[in-house]
């Protein structure tokens, strides 16, 4: 079976080591997620999922803020989106995000994740199920824990983890639950997160 065989049905992603990143963030979230994705080329060849910890109760606008700081097309995730590279898929408020293996999207309901909807475990596993060694999942700064039942997910499936480091983390508890999962491939400062990302799509491995 070749490659196209395997992967029918999804979009043509070039010829790059990893076709999906599943970024996830809470307190301090915003900060980060401006800077690793202001940092990504225009034409970044692999698509972006985006969990942020929000209020429930009000529309996002972090899509329109985002967009103004990153050359990608970053929109607030809809029902049944294909997954394009260069593109940004952002988990609206109250929903959890979730990744077919079809490339496209699904927004649920369901029950709150350790009090949490979006729950970025919930992202990371359908990601981890979906592109298996094909995924990068990153954990950025935030309170609490969600994150860290996916990170294991992902490095089941063979896929890539990165954290955010502590000392460039305004609030260390994702990251660091993350962290003692023992499953994190690298901790790195946020200002190399965007050219690790970078390196590992287009070549697989960080030099």
Do not use: W
């Amino acid at each position: 079976m070749n490659e196209n065989e395997e992967h029918k049905g999804r979009p043509a992603f070039s010829s790059v080591a990893f076709d999906i990143v599943a970024l996830a963030a809470s307190a301090g979230g915003l900060t980060a997620l401006s800077q690793v994705l202001s940092s990504l080329p225009g034409n970044f060849p692999a698509s972006v999922v985006v969990v942020q910890h929000l209020d429930p109760r009000h529309r996002s606008l972090m899509a329109d803020i985002l967009s103004r700081r990153s050359p990608l097309h970053i929109k607030q995730a809809e029902e049944n989106d294909c997954l394009t590279p260069a593109t940004v898929y952002i988990a609206p408020p109250d929903q959890h995000l979730l990744v077919n293996p079809d490339a496209t999207l699904s927004l649920s309901h369901s029950e709150l994740v350790h009090f949490l909807r979006p729950s970025a475990d919930l992202l990371f596993e359908s990601v981890a199920a979906s592109f298996k060694d094909r995924a990068i999942a990153v954990v950025l700064t935030g309170t609490g824990s969600d994150g860290a039942m996916g990170v294991n997910a992902i490095k089941k499936m063979g896929g890539t983890v990165i954290v955010q480091d502590e000392k460039t983390s305004e609030f260390f508890g994702m990251p660091g639950a993350a962290i003692q999962t023992g499953n994190v491939d690298f901790i790195l400062p946020l200002a190399e997160i965007p050219s690790a990302l970078i390196t590992l799509v287009m070549k697989g491995e960080v030099e």
